[in-house]
Each structure stands twice: as C-alpha cells, then as structure tokens.
C-alpha cells in the first residue's frame, strides 16, 4: 500500500465512509477468511539462479461484505497477503476489493478497488484485461491485483452494459532475485517507461456488453489504456530488464455454448499497440462424464487451443489437455491435472492441483509442477529447473 | 337443446370418470398434490444439512437460498442459493434456471476465481455438497417430471394416504421408479427411491409440515435414509418466509455479484 499514494486515499475515504455508516444504522456484515501456511520443495534442488531447493510461505485473505442502506447498498473489503521466506516481492498485501456499491433498479454504480473478469476459458484468458496479473504469484498470470476503479452497469433483458473509468494503473509485479519461477533477470523497478504521458495516471477505459441468449452466454467487449504486459527488454550497464508500457486498444469477443455435458468455449481479441494490430483466439471444448463407474465422481476432461498472430508472443501456439476429476464426497476431494503443449517447439509441462477438506475448518492442497523437456527458446526455458510439489493447509475462519 | 347438451355433458363427463384409469387417477393426485404447494411468489430461507455417515458421525452445512415461482406450466422455478459452510466455499453463490425436463442453466460464482462460472447441470442425479439428496429430488414433487400410477390406499402414521407410483421422463435421471404416499391433505409424506438398475436406493421422508400464509402446507423438514451405502441425511428449513416481494431481476445472471462478495 505504501507505494501507492492513490489508493491509500481511497481506503481512508471508505474507512470515514463505513464509520459514518455503522455510527447510524446497525452494520449487518459478513467476514471470512483463511490463514495457509504452504512449503514447496524444488526436485531438481537449486535453482538457476542459485535459488535454495526449499521454500515457506504464509498466505491469507480476509473478507467483509456488510450491505447497507436497506440492502440497497453493499460495502466489500477482500484483502490478500503473503510473507514468503525466500522472494521480497511476495510480501505484500492486496486490496482486492475495497469498494462500494449503489444499487438502483436497473443501474449499479461502484467505486473503489475491484477484480473483474472477462472470458470463459479455463486456461487461455486472453480476453481478460481489466486487472493487472500478479506473475510473482503465479507465472500463468492467474492471480491478480486489484484495480481503482468507478463504473456503471446497466441491465436490461437484452443484456449489460458495464462501462469502468480506472485512473490509476497498477504494474506489474514480477518474481525478485530470490524468487522461484524467475526470469533471466530481475525487472528494474526503477526503469519503467510509458507511452502515454500521463503514465499511471492515464484514465483507462473499458466497456462491456453481456448476455445470454439461451445456451450462449456471449461478451463483447473493449478496452483502451496502459496494456496490462509491458515490453521487457535487458539492460547491458544495469543487466536487469527494463520495462515499458504502451497503450493497448483491444476488442473482445467471448463465447460460450452450454449444451449438456458440453461446454464449447471461444475468446478472440483484435488488439493495436502503437501502429501494430495483432489478433489472437483461444478457445476449446470441455466434456464431463457424470457417475463414473456408478459412483458419485465426475470426470472433466478439457482441451484447449490459444493462437497468436505474433511470432514473439508465448501463447502462439499451445495447447492444453486437461483432467478435473471430483469425488463430490463428504471431503469435497478433486483433482485437477494438465498437460501443457507448445506446439511450436517441443515443450511441455505438467501441472497437478489436488484438494481435499480435512475438517469443517481445515483444507488441505497439494500442487504439483513438472517442466518436461523445454525448448532453448521458449520463453519457459528459464524455469526448466524449477519444477516443484507444494503443499498447503488453509485454516478458514 | 341446452338441457340436452347439459346431459350430455353430464352423462360424458361420468362415463370419463368412470374411466378413469389408475394412470390418470395417480396423475390427478400428484397435479393437485403440487397445485397445492404452488402460489407462495417467492421465497426465502436458511437450509441445514446435517450429513450421516453409518457411524452416526454427523457434519453440518449451511446455505440461505432465495427462489422465485415461475407460473409458466412449461418451465422450472428459478432459485439462488448462497453457501455459508463449509467455510472453503463460503461465499459462493449458484444461481439455477430450472426447467422441467431438460438441463437446468446454472451459473456458479467462485470466490477462490473471482468469476462467474456458467456450468453443465447434466447432473442432476448427482449428489448435492456430498450428501444423499441428489439436485433432482428438490423438485421431487412435480408431477409434469413424471409417469403417474395410482397403486391403492395404506395408512402411514395414523392417516390415510394414497400410494402413488412414478417413473422418471428425464432421461438422466438417476431412478427407475418410485414410491411414495401422499395424505388426504395432499402432502407427500414418504417416497421410496430405486436406482437404474431397479433396486431400492433411497427413503425419503417429509416431516415437520407447517402451514404458510394459511393455504401452502410446506415440510420443513427432509430426512433421506441411502439403504445401499447406509449414510443419511437430514434437510431443514428455517427462517422460511413467503410472498416477500422479491423482484425477478434478483435471479438474472447479471444480478448474481450482488449477492457475493
């Protein structure tokens, strides 16, 4: 938070907002949340870098949801943290959500930080764009940040509009010396350059229209303002990267069709970047068979495509299949497994989620990440010897 | 003439009734058995499911759902359910267009994802958070979901009760055929389960009926008893509240993130 003056404003103007509130009404709130020690052990033992082979951490995330104004309103804090023992830039903590919201009929207004997510995929989300990809979490860019914004929503039975104004832009946190995946080198967070000249400060905009037209649930969107990937290119005095941010105007399309145990999945994006216009789709079929062997669990199996017309980009041509088997016992156990192909060269990893409740309070995870044989010129060949086992116990409150 | 034509529609509409067949008869009571249910606009309640393994181990779980009559004849109702424990998946929010004999649409919000999540519901015969009552047997009392037969009369619990046998149209459903009574009051009471290969799975028994806003008898109370795998499971409703004026946009895809987090 310290290094972001624009939203420490916002979190003092919300927290005399929610005083003012429970001082006249009687708050009706929820809270949730969960404590996760975690422990990873790297199997092919020091890393490239001469990172250790063994690594702690400590994740948590706390949740207050309190609806106001006769339930007219809803205030929402979701925050996350983490103290990892070996990598300084996975120790922070994130506003996920810290936000109001105003309920009219048809209209919601909200300001404040939020996550919004566009797409339908499983694994190429290449549509997604609003929030800003934490990769120190996670290098597939699942986990994100969360962005000041205002918007407006409109709904109606032909659909939603969704319109965000984001004046603040959030960059992105990439893994430290220490951390495991990392990259070649460390990114400088002193050499940061912009396109636009109002640099973080450039008022982003997006709009969104959604609906669904029976077994469609189709998105149409667009966003213009700082592309949430900057270009990374090494310094030869500093040898750390240097990062710059041009201005993304992007248009989405995302499709889904639900016909029984089907799922076909389409995202497609035309984006510009300065004078350059690139296209990408990504899209794929999921399958679930019910009842396997007259028991309760089901199997998912899962393939999906993306392509990019740009050569340099890292999902130009990759697949992925994967399994998601759940027991839907007691325990809620469930196994998720993928195998990640790029098609280009010869690489390939494997990925591996396991879940299972321990008891009402306690759940344990355990991930599984193994890099196969990886092309010298893939951009993962920098993490070949990073693969790992983690495990995880969350303790919910 | 007009006396003529009255008798004869008299006369016709004895002659059918006399024919009625044991079909139409095990029809008639089921169609008026759920018209009797049916008229409460809305409504909201907490749910407690109490999970039994055959140790008598007992897990609990807590959700609060909202649901929305649909006086179309052709379609399913429209609920929207928020799940408070187990606390992994507190915070999650599943709406459910129901329809009648095809796939429901659901739309499943994810807290852990942050997205909102348009899934298969292809299994309806699947078990529901783990515990014995599967999705399909919380509309186990509409009768447009299945073949009727009226089989006799037999007392259960000191009342009279009409003994109704159904079988399945849906085709993934997960049961052959069923048994069930249903009182003079018009309340299903108790139904025997059989799986697809025909043999007795599970008893469902509907306890604790109350009477809402002096017309609508409601169980507040489920109790399922798995005769294969020995575990049970017990289903109550509180905090049940009726004809509350909810607004039908509350149960669009669009309105789900207003109900989470």
């Not at chain 1, 248009?251 to 690139?278: C, F, M, N």
């Not at chain 2, 604790?208 to 507040?220: S, T």
Request: include cysteine; charge should be negative; proline fraction near 3%.
């Amino acid at each position: 938070m310290t290094q972001n003056p624009f939203q420490r404003k916002i979190v003092i103007f919300f927290l005399v907002a929610l005083l003012h509130a429970s001082s006249t009404n009687a708050l009706d709130f929820k809270a949730y949340g969960f404590i996760q020690p975690e422990s990873s052990i790297y199997i092919n033992g020091d890393g490239r870098h001469g990172q250790d082979n063994y690594n702690a951490s400590l994740f948590g995330k706390g949740t207050f949801v309190s609806y106001l104004q006769d339930g007219d309103a809803k205030f929402t804090i979701s925050a996350i943290g983490r103290f990892d023992q070996s990598d300084d830039e996975l120790r922070y903590l994130d506003f996920q959500k810290f936000k109001y919201e105003y309920y009219f009929d048809d209209i919601t207004l909200k300001v404040g930080n939020e996550i919004v997510f566009w797409g339908v995929n499983e694994t190429f989300n290449i549509v997604d764009i609003i929030n800003q990809s934490n990769l120190a979490e996670d290098i597939a860019g699942t986990k994100k940040l969360g962005q000041p914004m205002a918007s407006i929503s409109y709904s109606q039975d032909y659909g939603k509009f969704d319109i965000y104004l984001m004046p603040y832009f959030r960059e992105r946190p990439f893994s430290g010396k220490e951390g495991r995946p990392r990259l070649l080198f460390e990114v400088d967070k002193n050499s940061i350059t912009y396109e636009s000249s109002a640099k973080k400060r450039k008022m982003d905009f997006a709009l969104r229209y959604s609906t669904v037209i029976d077994d469609f649930d189709i998105g149409l969107s667009h966003f213009y303002g700082n592309n949430r990937t900057p270009v990374l290119s090494p310094n030869p005095l500093t040898l750390k990267f240097d990062s710059h941010y041009p201005v993304l105007s992007q248009t989405g399309v995302d499709i889904q069709a639900t016909k029984g145990p089907w799922l076909y999945k389409l995202e497609t994006v035309s984006a510009k970047e300065g004078s350059e216009r690139h296209l990408g789709a990504a899209g794929g079929i999921e399958y679930t068979y019910y009842g396997i062997r007259n028991t309760q669990s089901d199997l998912g199996v899962i393939v999906e495509y993306a392509f990019d017309d740009r050569n340099d980009n890292p999902f130009n041509n990759e697949g992925i299949i994967g399994l998601r088997w759940s027991m839907n016992d007691v325990k809620s156990s469930s196994l998720l497994a993928g195998y990640l192909l790029d098609m280009r060269g010869n690489s390939n990893r494997f990925q591996a989620e396991f879940e299972q409740r321990i008891n009402d309070n306690l759940k344990l995870f355990l991930d599984l990440s193994l890099n196969g044989s990886i092309d010298g010129t893939d951009f993962t060949h920098q993490f070949k010897e990073d693969s790992q086992i983690t495990i995880k116990v969350a303790k919910y409150y | 003439m007009k006396n003529i034509i009255l008798v004869l529609i008299i006369l016709i509409g004895t002659k059918l009734s006399i024919a009625e067949s044991l079909e139409e008869k095990g029809y008639n009571i089921a169609k008026l058995s759920y018209e009797s249910g049916r008229g409460f606009t809305d409504m909201i309640s907490d749910q407690l499911m109490i999970l039994i393994d055959p140790k008598g181990n007992k897990v609990t779980r807590e959700i609060s759902a909202k649901s929305l009559e649909n006086l179309d004849p052709d379609d399913g109702d429209k609920t929207i359910t928020y799940f408070e424990t187990p606390k992994d998946v507190e915070g999650t929010v599943m709406l459910s267009h129901t329809h009648i004999n095809e796939d429901d649409d659901q739309w499943l919000y994810l807290p852990a994802l942050t997205r909102v999540k348009r899934i298969s519901s292809s299994n309806k015969s699947g078990s529901f958070m783990g515990s014995e009552v599967a999705f399909e047997d919380f509309s186990a009392g509409d009768y447009r979901k299945y073949k009727w037969k009226y089989i006799g009369e037999e007392v259960y619990e000191g009342d009279l009760c009409y003994v109704l046998e159904s079988y399945p149209i849906y085709e993934n459903s997960g049961y052959t055929r069923r048994v069930g009574l249903t009182d003079e009051l018009l309340r299903a009471r108790k139904i025997d389960f059989y799986d697809r290969k025909g043999e007795l799975l599970k008893t469902v028994f509907f306890e604790n009926y109350n009477l809402y806003e002096d017309k609508i008898w409601m169980a507040d109370s489920m109790k399922v008893e798995n005769h294969q795998n020995k575990n049970a499971t017990i289903f109550q409703w509180q905090n049940r509240k009726l004809n509350i004026g909810l607004d039908k946009k509350d149960f669009e895809k669009s309105s789900l993130m207003r109900l989470a987090d």
